[in-house]
T-cell receptor, first 115, second 113 residues
Framework: DAGITQSPRYKITETGRQVTLMCHQTWSHSYMFWYRQDLGHGLRLIYYSAAADITDKGEVPDGYVVSRSKTENFPLTLESATRSQTSVYFC??????????????FGEGSRLTVL | SQQGEEDPQALSIQEGENATMNCSYKTSINNLQWYRQNSGRGLVHLILIRSNEREKHSGRLRVTLDTSKKSSSLLITASRAADTASYFCATDGRITGRRALTFGSGTRLQVQP
């Protein structure tokens, strides 16, 4: 089906473990994003990517790693999970234009709990 | 830090009433967008207004933008119970240089049937 999908939708892990959240989009959008959503903070940008093999840090990148070897995939890895990384993670994609116009299409989110 | 801040944080109204949410931002923008989020779901784009526009309509939605005051408002007319959701404003990265949107903390709207 066309769209943007995230997996897993729910994940419980322990402190210190590595966790990878997957994101896949079928529109061939050039831009992809990872946000985290926490109560009282709204959505905060973790990393984004303008194209395959091009990634850049957002507002809160520490503790996260991303890669984008293919246009359609943008996985987010927590190399050593901490309790402060308990959050809901949203992936989004967009065909942002030079004018900045372009809406974001969001996945349904991945709810991560770090014990 | 949040570029956009919504006001109020929460709003409860009766069906049929109008709902107004406000957004203030700090730096120059190319455009401002509004998104909706139902509980437990991802965000959905509602409307985009460019910096050279003052007002825009889409169905029951009316968005205004005042760049001199760095503020925007979202009006939902004749609200329905199905409008119950959180609403976020988002601004582009004209100043930060990031080709990404910065979101506010949102307004939670409850429409009582």
């Amino acid at each position: 089906d066309a769209g943007i999908t995230q997996s897993p939708r729910y994940k419980i892990t322990e402190t210190g473990r590595q966790v990878t959240l997957m994101c896949h989009q079928t529109w061939s959008h050039s831009y992809m994003f990872w946000y985290r959503q926490d109560l009282g903070h709204g959505l905060r940008l973790i990393y984004y990517s303008a194209a395959a093999d091009i990634t850049d840090k957002g507002e809160v990148p520490d503790g996260y790693v991303v890669s984008r070897s293919k246009t359609e995939n943008f996985p987010l890895t927590l190399e050593s999970a901490t309790r402060s990384q308990t959050s809901v993670y949203f992936c989004a994609s967009s065909n942002l234009r030079e004018t900045g116009d372009g809406e974001l299409f969001f996945g349904e989110g991945s709810r991560l709990t770090v014990l | 830090s949040q570029q956009g801040e919504e006001d109020p944080q929460a709003l409860s109204i009766q069906e049929g009433e109008n709902a107004t949410m406000n957004c203030s931002y700090k730096t120059s923008i190319n455009n401002l967008q509004w998104y909706r989020q139902n509980s437990g779901r991802g965000l959905v784009h509602l409307i985009l207004i460019r910096s050279n526009e003052r007002e825009k309509h889409s169905g029951r939605l009316r968005v205004t933008l005042d760049t001199s005051k760095k503020s925007s408002s979202l009006l939902i007319t004749a609200s329905r119970a199905a409008d119950t959701a959180s609403y976020f404003c988002a601004t582009d990265g004209r100043i930060t240089g990031r080709r990404a949107l910065t979101f506010g903390s949102g307004t939670r709207l409850q429409v009582q049937p």
